[in-house]
């Protein structure tokens, strides 16, 4: 299939470990959001890359997240010293471009931090 | 900032119903997405209105932009339980992020 794909779908840590989520969007698209939604609430936009370049950060909560995509392609969500109020599932999705079109949401990776 | 608000918060329906779901925006709409989750699931976009007064519709689902009240809603006909999910309504929060409503949940019972 040639839709956004998110790896892996759902990640078990323990309080205060480091995890990685990865998104590989759709080809060809420059733009790529991730957002976190948790239960009960509508997804909450965390962070934009156009290219390589994380162009908005200004949901990333804190300095415990930190997203990149060197490639311009693949993009991982990296998360410091877990809490368990990050427990959510982290959605990413790609567009063609930006302003702001039709976003193409993959699966989602649920995170559940014991 | 942007907020959404979505009514109701759930719904329940007999197969076969007719349904209004809403989206209220506290400042104007430049843009209004309407998508559906099913649990476990990513959103699958179901339609974007950008002007005011806009109509759009796909097989039994109808959505109307009211720019003047910043409000859309959305309408299914003849429900069936393959509507079943979460709809969520997402507005244009700047040059490149959406924000979203809490959700309606829709269950159609056959």
């Known amino acids: 299939g040639a839709g956004v794909s998110q790896t892996p779908s759902n990640k078990v840590t323990e309080k205060g470990k480091y995890v990685e989520l990865r998104c590989d969007p759709i080809?060809?698209?420059?733009?790529l959001y991730w957002y976190r939604q948790s239960l009960g609430q509508g997804p909450e936009f965390l962070i934009y890359?156009?290219?390589?370049?994380?162009?908005?950060d200004s949901g990333l909560p804190n300095d415990r997240f930190f997203a990149v995509r060197p490639e311009g392609s693949v993009s991982t969500l990296k998360i410091q010293r877990t809490e368990r109020g990050d427990s959510a599932v982290y959605l990413c999705?790609?567009?063609?471009?930006?302003?702001?079109?039709?976003?193409?949401f993959g699966p989602g990776t649920r995170l559940t931090v014991l | 900032s942007q907020e959404l608000e979505q009514s109701p918060q759930s719904l329940i329906v007999q197969e076969g119903k007719n349904l209004t779901i809403n989206c209220t925006s506290s400042?104007?709409?430049?843009?209004l997405y309407w998508y559906k989750q099913k649990y476990g699931e990513g959103l699958i976009f179901l339609m974007m209105?950008?002007?005011?007064?806009e109509e759009k519709s796909h097989e039994k689902i109808t959505a109307k932009l009211d720019e003047k009240k910043q409000q859309s809603s959305l309408h299914i006909t003849a429900s069936q339980p393959s509507h079943a999910g979460i709809y969520l309504c997402?507005?244009?929060?700047?040059?490149?992020?959406?924000?979203f409503g809490a959700g309606t949940r829709l269950a159609v019972h056959p």
């Open positions: 209105l950008q002007k005011g007064g």
């Open positions: 400042k104007t709409l430049y843009g």
């Open positions: 999705a790609s567009s063609l471009t930006a302003p702001v079109n039709e976003q193409f």
């Open positions: 890359f156009q290219g390589t370049g994380a162009a908005d």
């Open positions: 080809s060809g698209h420059t733009a």
């Open positions: 997402g507005a244009a929060g700047g040059y490149n992020k959406l924000i």
